[in-house]
Nanobody, 115 residues
Framework: QVQLVESGGGLVQAGGSLRLSCAAT????????MGWYRQVPGKKREWVAT???????NYADSMMDRFSISRNNAENMVYLEIDSLKAEDTGVYYC?????????WGQGTQVTVSS
């Protein structure tokens, strides 16, 4: 059974940095794409970034300057670095992996930015 598990969330002060990790277990394939969404309080889940297996990255326009996505195909992991954290970055961050027309999702990791 394929599972994605996020880690690295927590409480951080505004202006700080955070690195979120997502580990995929139980898969015998390399996800064609992996990425991150987030859901901040009072808003719908929004796309943050995606990275393909060869390493091509795409970011939501509002995320390009402070967010950086990377992955390790050998370990089936995807990462999200967030710099200069702001209070409005507070929310739950979800990773996903896409393969063969299906998206696998993690349960999310809470990020709380204190101002």
């Amino acid at each position: 059974q394929v599972q994605l598990v996020e880690s690295g969330g927590g409480l951080v002060q505004a202006g700080g940095s955070l690195r979120l990790s997502c580990a995929a277990t139980g898969s015998k394939f390399v996800f064609s794409a992996m990425g991150w969404y987030r859901q901040v309080p009072g808003k719908k889940r929004e796309w943050v970034a995606t990275i393909t297996a060869p390493g091509v990255t795409n970011y939501a326009d509002s995320m390009m300057d402070r967010f950086s996505i990377s992955r390790n195909n050998a370990e089936n992991m995807v990462y999200l670095e967030i710099d200069s954290l702001k209070a409005e970055d507070t929310g739950v961050y979800y990773c996903y992996g896409a393969w063969n027309g299906y998206d696998y999702w993690g349960q999310g990791t809470q990020v709380t930015v204190s101002s």
